[in-house]
């Protein structure tokens, strides 16, 4: 079932188009990611989802209602983690999660039953009495999950959630979203962290308002019409200079100490390049074909 269907949704800022006719749908349970750079055009996109932002363009529904003209009923099932946290630093975690739940509408009862699912899910029990201004990022962050999700919404909006928060503590986030996706709700998230976007079920890559592609992260993978092969020798800099020249290479990158070499599709021939290297005097090479990464993919789908 389709929780979240766009077709062509355009939003322009005077003669600039940062969303330019942009067209997916998300499923019941789905963790559906939206990958790109800065100025991409996700928040706007994600804003117009949540009802914030009209669209100058194009149609779309959320949970059923249409996102041009019942914006307001859309904010009231909907959960919305915007990219700049809004929460009061000079409340404790439990008055947040307390005013969330009151500008809701929680009866009380009900309002202490979804705190104690928070604290459970995000693990910020033990910080329910702090002032948020006195607490590290990582907490703030999960203290933003929970509090978007106050109202037990079915559909969640994420706008870069794990900007700047370290590698262990968006381990962790991640996990409360798979709990949450395995409980049936439908994830839509955006980043630009290519390694994260290897979480989401599906990804939409977006540059400069558009989307170039659209896949499940190891379809898109399978499907780019280029054979990496990564190359492993201490002369790497040598390598990649040699490399870089040639024209049956499409593109050489470096990973760390390793080179990725883009070539066509069909192209086999590891030992011509091998040779090449020979010929330059680098010897301890090692060749193989492998799966390319997201970045590998994102790099070749902006070309
Ligand atoms: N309210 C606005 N007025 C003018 N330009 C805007 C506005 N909001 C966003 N933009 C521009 O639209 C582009 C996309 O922005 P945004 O959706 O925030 O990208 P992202 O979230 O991917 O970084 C950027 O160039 C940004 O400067
Ligand atoms: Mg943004």
Redesign the pocket.
């Known amino acids: 079932m389709e929780t979240v269907i766009v077709k062509n949704i355009t939003k322009r800022?005077?003669e600039?188009t940062?969303?330019d006719r942009i067209s997916f749908s998300v499923s019941k349970g789905e963790i559906f990611g939206l990958l790109?750079?800065?100025?991409?055009?996700?928040?706007?996109?994600i804003k117009m989802l949540c009802g914030l932002v009209q669209p100058d363009e194009g149609t779309g529904s959320v949970g059923g209602l249409d996102i041009v003209n019942q914006q307001w009923d859309i904010k009231k099932i909907i959960g919305y983690m915007s990219?700049k946290f809004s929460l009061y630093e000079d409340l404790t975690i439990e008055e947040n999660l307390e005013f969330y739940g009151t500008v809701y509408g929680l009866s009380a009862n009900l309002l202490q039953q979804r705190m104690n699912f928070i604290y459970e899910l995000v693990n910020i029990k033990d910080h329910r009495h702090s002032l948020v201004k006195n607490l590290p990022l990582g907490i703030k962050q999960r203290l933003a999950l929970g509090s978007a999700l106050i109202h037990n919404p079915q559909i969640l909006f994420l706008?870069?959630p794990t900007s700047g928060v370290d590698p262990l503590m968006r381990r962790i986030f991640w996990d409360e979203i798979y709990t949450l996706a395995k409980e049936g709700k439908t994830v839509f998230v955006?980043t630009h962290y290519m390694d994260e976007a290897e979480h989401c079920n599906r990804i939409a890559l977006?540059i400069a308002?558009k989307i170039i592609a659209l896949d499940t992260p190891q379809g898109l993978k399978e499907k780019l019409p280029y054979t990496i092969v990564k190359i492993v020798t201490d002369s790497y800099l040598k390598a990649y200079n040699v490399l870089s020249k040639e024209n049956f290479v499409i593109e050489v990158s470096l990973f760390g100490t390793d080179l990725h070499v883009v070539l066509e599709k069909q192209y086999k021939h590891f030992a011509i390049i091998k040779k090449l290297l020979q010929s330059h005097n680098i010897h301890d090479v090692t060749i193989e074909p492998i799966l390319p990464t997201l970045e590998d993919v994102f790099v070749m789908s902006a070309r």
């Not at 800065?38 to 928040?43: F, H, P």
Request: without cysteine; glycine residues 24%; charged residues 15%.
């Open positions: 800022f005077g600039f940062a969303v790109g750079p800065n100025g991409a055009g996700k928040s706007t996109t990219q706008d870069e955006t977006i308002g």
